[in-house]
């Protein structure tokens, strides 16, 4: 059986002592990381061998400095150097920026010679001891962990071990396609795995708003500390985000499960969320959490062995499934029935699209306009004279398959 590297995230309780120990240790590290975001702004090309270098100088000359880990140190240069290259090489990734320490979180970063579990505690450098609330056990002895807290103020320990990689189950069926929306969050080719919009973020509006309207009745003019009020109504509109933040991931990872224990094939469409925020439907599109569901299936399918194709959305909607005719004009959002001029076929639009994803998928094809690119080549006898020589679903039956369909694992 081969084996897997995860993570194992555990709640922290720690004490007064501990919880100050940790963010001095964070302000070290975030004073470096600032220090490493204003040498890149420099042009003075920090790799991480002259960050190294840097840290060195910087720990023989401030005894503050030395007092802290050199380990949690230097896995900051290291993330660090890690977020400066993918910045040129992912398409959309900025450069790192300055971590303020009014809005950073914190987050440290120790290897195996600098931590250890002893006595159901995690034992740090400085001998900062902090109790785990172990809801399971570990598969094996962690590598490096991950000490960070959340928007709540609570703190939580992430350990990277090494297990038996899980089996998944035989697919009963051979595929699926999955078309993203704001009405239906996922439509797929099987009305019984559709993933309804489930508004959680709605439902918490009300009380989000009314603890929205306590933070701006208790904040103090600029200048000056926030009151103890302020901050307990912050950690209260906080809490309420996140317990809505919370429910979607849960339904996204079950509703992920469970498409991927029941289809071989997974074909999802390709879209990208962040223009809808900007539109009138960004309220309902956040409440979706589209990104949040694409990622989990993405993630489940892959791990899981399942072959996960990306398709990307061109022309999906205005492609007929039964026939692969293209609508001569765009469907507004209006439309919610896909009519065929062609053949006459008619499904609900995204039930028509989610159809078509899979098709492209099942034949290696880049979208839907090379379908139109085809029928075009038989544009001289008609469309019927395509219908004549393949009566069913031929999306791109005849051309060669095509490199722009992204196929995540086979």
Known sequence: MSIETVRFTYRLRPGRIAQAALLEEWGRCRWLWNEAVHQQRTGRKPTFGKLSKMLTEARSRNAWLRAGSSVAQQQTLRTYGMALSASFTVKGRGRPKVKRKRDALPSLEFTTRSFSVKGGRLRLPNRVSVPVVWSRDLPSEPTSVRVYRDSLGHWYASFVVRRERVVAPEADLPGIGVDWGVK???????????????????????????????????????????????????????????????????????????????????????????????????????????????????????????????????????????????????????????????????????????????????????????????????????????????????????????????????
């Open 184 to 410: 239906t969050t996922a439509t797929t080719t099987d009305p019984v795995f559709d993933l309804p919009h489930l508004g959680h973020r709605r439902r918490c509006a009300a009380e989000l708003a009314k603890a929205q309207r306590r933070m701006a009745r208790r904040r103090r003019p600029q200048g000056q500390p926030a009151s103890k009020g302020y901050q307990a109504a912050r950690r209260q509109a906080a809490r309420i985000a996140k317990k809505a933040a919370r429910r979607n991931t849960h339904d996204a990872r079950a509703w992920a499960k469970n498409v991927t224990d029941h289809h071989a094939l997974i074909a999802v469409e390709d879209f990208k969320p962040k223009f809808l925020a900007k539109s009138t439907m960004a309220g309902k599109a956040a409440d979706a959490a589209i990104g949040a569901c694409k990622r989990e299936l993405i993630y489940m399918g892959t791990r899981a062995g399942r072959k996960v194709v990306l398709v990307p959305p061109a022309y999906t909607t205005m492609t007929c499934s039964g026939c692969g005719e293209r609508a001569n004009h765009r469907l507004g959002l209006g439309v919610r029935i896909f009519e065929c001029a062609a053949c006459g076929y008619t499904a609900d639009r995204d039930l028509n699209a989610a159809r078509t994803i899979l098709a492209t998928a099942e034949r290696h094809r880049v979208s839907a306009d090379d379908v139109r690119q085809l029928i075009a080549s038989y544009r001289d006898g008609g469309s019927g004279a395509v219908r004549a020589e393949n009566p069913g679903p031929r999306l791109g039956r005849e051309s060669p398959p095509d490199s722009s369909v992204r196929i995540v694992n086979r």
